[in-house]
């Protein structure tokens, strides 16, 4: 289990894991087109594959990319999950 | 019941959720439908009729949300609010449910009579979703379908639920489920009432129109403020919104966001049960080996290898075959026709010399360019094409740019006109004027023709790692470009954000591929038999001045290109034939090989002796037997250029070939110089379409900044190795 309030940013999750968005630190425009992709606090997202550029993301059946610099300031909580499996 | 006007349906909902698939359903019409996000960026219309109701059926372009930040939620917002379509038809993802519903949310408040139609239904199931559908319509208060707009799928049931809705409106009047915050949602009562009082509100519900004020939204204050009592409520929202400020600080309309997302996940909870880890699916299986790490690119350039080798061998001959037909029977019978008819000599030649060699030596790369473009729509319908922004994010991060600029810059490729264009899905200016700056360096389809003809004079067997190459080069400059660039003229660019939605994988339909290279080859066509007749036959009159010109050299075009040559002579092709095809390859590169073959050809043999009749027969038998021959080669080169690598059917003979072009161009360059030649082409600016197009999205200071840029770096290349493989005794 993950202790309360353990937060990190998205890029340090590693593959396969599956998190919630705790907060999303943009400016207002910026917030409202992520959270139009489903980028927004608590939604649960997992990471598909981290090459060490962007990110590539699952939130529900949506796939994302996300660039490296922005999903530093997505702040998730990981959740832990039986089987992690990519 | 008779109406003066058709019923009127707008069509919404997310980038990729179907729209386009549903509006080609419901209309029979044919427009182009691609697995990019984003397709529709005007608004298309089209009819349709049921049970003797005349339907206007309005695709509006796809938004995420309508809070009127881009152009295409301006265009979506203003039509549903302003234009009160009849019925409002919210296209969703049922796959996507949770995140299609933000903008259901939103269309939901606006009140106007709508349907939800979830799309791509078998999908979700696949996925095992199971959604509530009765319990749905219930809760949001509008009839809710499924559907599989692409299998025609509740296509019917749509129609018979609009003819429903224009009977009885009142039935699909959304109910008024969504609710803000304590304070907000005070706020936004006190101004709805206050707006209720008003006359002529145009329509507008009082609602929908509190919300956007407390939202600060410029159209919903522009409406408000043409009523006369306005000066009162707008106060009142002024108020409320400094009050609103005191509480929750700047972030008003992140609570009003909030509060939608609260709606829309109560929502999902009620009509959704999904399995609880999802399913990987084919999708993610695809991912998993086009994104891998060290995968990822190699497989991307491979891919363009196999891109380019079809282009070069699978035309190739077909491209024989239209050569053959151009210069043999159609040439002939004009020739049969305009003696029978008597016509004067400089009418032949404007004829046989200007419009049909001009225009045929165009029309010869249709196929060329048709492989092209299948090629590009196969990716981008299947998907691959936001695959390649993702996988090529970290290179273009050395640009200062990032994956979203790439596709763009691959649509370059195809034609750098819609390219331009197509940086308007950029957000951010610097980043959109700095991919507007590069995107010429990429090699259009237009520049193809020169590779192809210089790479068969000149290169043999090889001809397909020059094009390929070539190509490579264009890329490389680009990459080089942008970064200087980024680094000394955009140093804000690095800010901008990378966000991409990469749509599921699906195998594109024969018709919708069709459809997509047809588009463009008839754009080529249509062209080749405007712009390139005129520029032709124009070419022909200024070859032709003074009148009674004997040698192209002393003509008024051979004077002009004469002047302009020596500039070219450190690049190892400074004769006035070059420099003149590519002053004329300045207005479009298509014209650049019809130029040449007017040049050389004119220059090299006199006109053959005309034979007084020809055989019909014999020219009807020998034009389907080689068109038989040509498709079984081509057939051949498909399956070898499938199998890089292996030969399976290897060339009986290496067929140099002898066109008339072929022979006059290698005798006035060696591969050398053609190389140089080459490398000029494709970096010198594409054609004024490109710089008008540059114009109109960045303004003319950025548009004369490309075409210097342009002219420079391609002159320092082409020198550079020309010079560059004399030193090392090449050529």
Redo the contacts between chains.
């Keep these: 289990m993950t202790p309360e309030g353990a937060t990190m940013p998205l890029p340090m999750l590693p593959e396969g894991a599956q998190a919630q968005i705790v907060e999303v630190r943009a400016g207002r425009r910026l917030k409202e087109r992520l959270a139009g992709l489903g980028l927004h606090a608590g939604a649960q997202v997992r990471i598909l594959r981290d090459n060490g550029g962007p990110l590539l993301l699952a939130i529900g059946n949506t796939r994302l990319a996300l660039g490296r610099g922005m999903a530093h300031k997505i702040l998730v909580q990981p959740v832990p999950t039986e089987v992690s499996r990519l | 019941m008779t109406r003066s006007r058709p019923i009127r349906v707008a069509l919404a909902g997310n980038p990729n959720a179907g729209k386009s698939t549903v509006f080609n359903a419901l209309t029979g019409a044919h427009q182009h439908v691609g697995n990019w996000p984003g397709k529709t960026v005007e608004k298309k219309e089209g009819f349709f009729t049921h049970r003797g109701l005349k339907v206007e059926v309005v695709d509006l372009p796809g938004?995420?949300?309508l809070?009127a930040?881009s152009p295409e939620e301006r265009i979506a917002q203003a039509f549903i609010t302003e234009e009160h379509p009849d019925v409002v038809v919210n296209v969703v993802d049922a796959?996507?449910?949770?995140?299609n519903l933000?903008?259901t949310a939103q269309l939901l408040e606006i009140g106007a009579p709508m349907i939800i139609v979830l799309n791509v239904f078998d999908v979700a199931e696949q996925?095992g979703y199971r959604i509530d559908i009765e319990r749905f319509a219930r809760l949001v208060g509008v009839p809710v379908l499924k559907a599989v707009a692409s299998k025609g799928v509740g296509i019917d049931a749509l129609r018979e639920a609009i003819f429903q809705i224009a009977e009885t409106p009142e039935s699909a009047i959304p109910a008024p489920t969504l609710h803000y915050d304590h304070e907000i949602e005070r706020a936004v009562r006190q101004l709805t009432d206050a707006l209720a009082d008003l006359p002529d509100l145009q329509g507008y519900r009082p609602r929908w129109l509190a919300v956007k004020l407390i939202e600060g939204d410029a159209q919903a204050r522009r409406v408000v403020s043409q009523s006369p009592q306005a000066a009162a409520v707008l106060a009142l929202a002024d108020r409320l919104l400094d009050k609103l400020h005191r509480v929750y600080g700047?972030?008003v309309?992140?609570a009003l966001?909030?509060a939608r997302?609260g709606f829309v996940?109560g929502l999902t909870r009620q009509v959704l049960t999904r399995p609880q880890?999802?399913p990987?699916?084919f999708?993610?299986r695809i991912?998993?080996i086009v994104?891998h790490?060290w995968l990822?690119i190699p497989l991307f350039l491979f891919l363009m290898y196999v891109v380019f080798n079809l282009v070069q061998n699978v035309a190739a001959p077909f491209m024989d075959w239209i050569d053959a037909l151009i210069s043999g029977p159609v040439t002939g019978w004009t020739l049969v026709g305009l003696h029978a008819l008597h016509a004067p000599g400089w009418l032949v030649s404007l004829v046989v010399d200007g419009a049909i060699a001009g225009v045929g030596s165009v029309l010869v790369f249709v196929p060329s360019l048709m492989v092209m473009f299948f090629a590009l729509a196969f990716m981008e319908d299947s998907g691959y094409l936001?695959r390649a922004?993702?996988v090529m994010?970290?290179a273009m991060?050395f640009l200062g740019l990032?994956?979203r600029a790439f596709i763009p810059m691959i649509l370059g490729f195809g034609c750098n006109v819609p390219a331009v264009y197509a940086t308007r899905t950029i957000?951010h200016r610097s980043a959109r004027i700095l991919t507007g700056l590069l995107i010429p360096f990429m090699s259009c389809s237009a520049r193809l023709p020169v590779y192809v003809v210089f790479g068969m004079a000149l290169f043999g067997s090889r001809a397909g790692l020059v094009v390929w190459g070539l190509y490579v080069v264009g890329v490389v400059v680009a990459a080089l470009a942008g970064w200087a660039l980024a680094r000394w003229a955009f140093p804000d660019v690095r800010k901008s954000?990378?966000?991409?939605?990469?749509?599921?994988y699906r195998w594109p339909t024969p018709r919708g591929l069709w459809l997509h290279t047809w588009e463009h080859t008839e754009e080529f066509v249509r062209k080749a038999g405007t712009v390139i007749l005129g520029i032709a036959l124009l070419l022909w009159l200024l070859l032709n001045m003074p009148w009674g010109v004997q040698n192209p050299a002393d003509s008024y075009f051979g004077k002009v290109s004469q002047a302009v040559a020596p500039l070219f002579r450190p690049a190892g092709f400074g004769t006035w034939q070059a420099a003149g095809s590519l002053i004329s390859g300045f207005v479009a590169k298509e014209v650049v090989i019809s130029t040449m073959s007017q040049i050389y050809i004119g220059e090299e043999e006199a006109r053959q002796p005309t034979p007084a009749s020809r055989d019909p027969w014999a020219d009807a038998r020998d034009t389907l037997v080689g068109l038989g021959q040509a498709s079984l080669d081509a057939g051949k080169a498909f399956l070898d250029a499938l199998t890089p690598g292996i030969s399976l059917f290897p060339h009986a003979e290496d067929t140099s070939n002898q066109t008339a072009l072929s022979r006059a161009l290698r005798g006035a360059f060696t591969p050398l110089s053609a190389l140089a030649f080459l490398v000029y082409v494709l970096l010198y600016t594409p054609c004024v379409a490109t710089v008008a197009a540059q114009a109109q999205e960045y303004g003319w200071r950025w548009a004369v900044v490309s075409v210097g840029l342009g002219l420079s770096v391609a002159w320092a290349l082409a020198t550079g190795v020309f010079q560059i493989g004399r030193l090392l005794g090449v050529g």
């Excluded at chain 2, 954000?497 to 599921?504: A, K, M």
């Design positions: 938004t995420y949300s809070s930040y796959s996507n449910l949770e995140r933000y903008l996925l700047e972030d309309d992140i966001a909030d997302y996940r880890q999802p990987r699916t999708s993610d991912d998993q994104t790490r990822g936001a922004a993702f994010d970290k991060a990032n994956g957000e954000v990378f966000v991409l939605e990469l749509p599921r």
